[in-house]
C-alpha cells in the first residue's frame, strides 16, 4: 500500500507520526502497514512514562535503543507507531498513551474500536464532528 493511498482512522490520509526519531514499520515516519507488519504498528502514540513502563512490564522494552533495528529507544513525548496489540493491552491495564488519529492507520480498526482511541485522542481534526 502506497503512503499516499494510506487512511487513518478518521478517513483521512494518513498523516506522519515522527521523522525525530522515524517511526513506523517501514521506518518512513508514518504508521502505515501491510501483510508483513505482523505486529500491526499502526498506532501512532506519544509515549508516556506510565505507558513505557507498562511495555516493559509485558516484555516490550520501548525504552532501550537497538541499532540493529534502527530503533532509538524511547523517552516520554515521543510519537512512535505501536503495536495495536500492547496498545490494547495498555488501554485494558489502563496505563494507554496518548493517540494521534489523524496520524494512526486505519487498520487498527480490526483490533481497537474507534471509540476507544477516541477517549486518548490528542489532535483535533478539522472537522471535529466526525469525532461524535
Not at 23 to 35: A, E, I, L, Q
Request: a negative charge.
Amino acid at each position: 500500500m502506497s503512503e499516499s493511498s494510506a487512511k487513518n482512522v478518521l478517513g483521512g490520509e494518513l498523516g506522519l507520526c515522527s521523522i525525530d526519531p522515524v517511526t513506523g514499520f517501514f521506518r518512513d515516519g508514518s504508521c502505515n502497514t501491510d501483510p508483513r507488519d505482523r505486529g500491526s504498528h499502526t498506532i501512532c502514540a506519544v509515549v508516556t512514562k506510565e505507558f513505557l513502563e507498562h511495555q516493559a512490564g509485558i516484555g516490550n522494552d520501548l525504552r532501550t535503543a537497538m541499532p540493529q533495528y534502527h530503533f532509538p529507544g524511547l523517552v516520554p513525548g515521543d510519537r512512535w507507531c505501536v503495536t495495536a496489540p500492547n496498545w490494547f493491552r495498555a488501554h485494558n491495564d489502563g496505563s494507554a498513551a496518548p493517540v494521534v488519529l489523524a496520524s494512526t492507520h486505519e487498520k487498527v480498526l480490526d483490533i481497537v474500536p474507534l471509540e476507544i482511541l477516541q477517549q486518548y485522542a490528542v489532535d483535533v481534526p478539522p472537522d471535529p464532528s466526525i469525532l461524535g
